[in-house]
């Protein structure tokens, strides 16, 4: 249990760095809003055409399922980190630099979309394949039909997405174990390697209050799309 004085000066040491610790929240903003908006994109697209290319729907294709299946299986293997260091070559050539919340946005975004295109594809089975028959039976053309697919399963896609954040979330946190910049860097620079335990607890409730703000706000999205 802290004292008043050591809960004090703990509060100092945090607002001494306060401007180093804005400075962070910025870049997790920056590394969460660009990679999700683009795994939402490229991952949904993908994990559309999963779903659709699988057996009994109306582009179904073995090989393509087996090889988007393999990619996007392949992809999810990697451990973030591990992806990160591979891919430093190719952030270099793209933004100039394999560090800095810019490049790691373009490593969570690819991380995130091919997670999120398998949430994708489990949102649109649990569509009733009656659904689909009777689009079909109207005559309606493949897009109206993906149209109907999305619209029938809007409230589980909501949750994905708000899976998805919550995972780029912690994902941006571990990029600044290797210059990815954000909170995770500011807990790795101060309270682990400075030993200064009050920035690391304080990044820590600041994370969780993110992640239990996502969360409800996800769910309650959710419910209020949920035609059950």
């Known amino acids: 249990m802290l004292t008043g004085t050591e809960l004090s000066a703990s509060i100092d040491k945090l607002l001494v760095l306060r401007k180093e610790i804005v400075s962070a929240f910025i870049d997790t903003f920056v590394m969460l809003g660009i990679s999700t908006t683009v795994a939402i994109v490229i991952g949904g697209l993908f994990g559309v055409f999963l779903f659709l290319s ?20 392949f992809m999810r293997a990697f451990p973030f980190v591990i992806l990160m260091i591979a891919m430093s070559p190719f952030t270099k050539a793209i933004v100039g630099t394999g560090i800095g919340p810019i490049a790691a946005s373009l490593v969570l975004a690819i991380a995130g979309s091919f997670y999120f295109a398998r949430l994708v594809e489990q949102n649109l089975r649990e569509v009733p394949r009656g659904i689909i028959e009777a689009t079909e039976s109207m005559g309606a053309r493949p897009f109206t039909i993906i149209k109907v697919l999305l619209n029938e399963a809007r409230s589980g896609l909501v949750l994905s997405v708000t ?64 035609k059950r």
Do not use: P
């Open 54 to 73: 699988s057996d009994r729907q109306f582009l179904q294709n073995k090989t393509l399922y087996g090889v988007l299946g393999g990619i996007t299986n």
């Open 163 to 226: 899976i998805l954040c919550i995972s780029l979330l912690s994902y941006s946190a571990a990029a600044g174990m290797i210059g990815g910049g954000g909170l995770g860097d500011l807990a790795i620079r101060y309270g682990y390697y400075r030993y200064q335990t009050e920035v690391m607890i304080f990044i820590v409730i600041v994370l969780s209050i993110m992640v239990i703000s996502i969360q409800a706000s996800g769910n309650w999205l959710a419910n209020r799309l949920d």
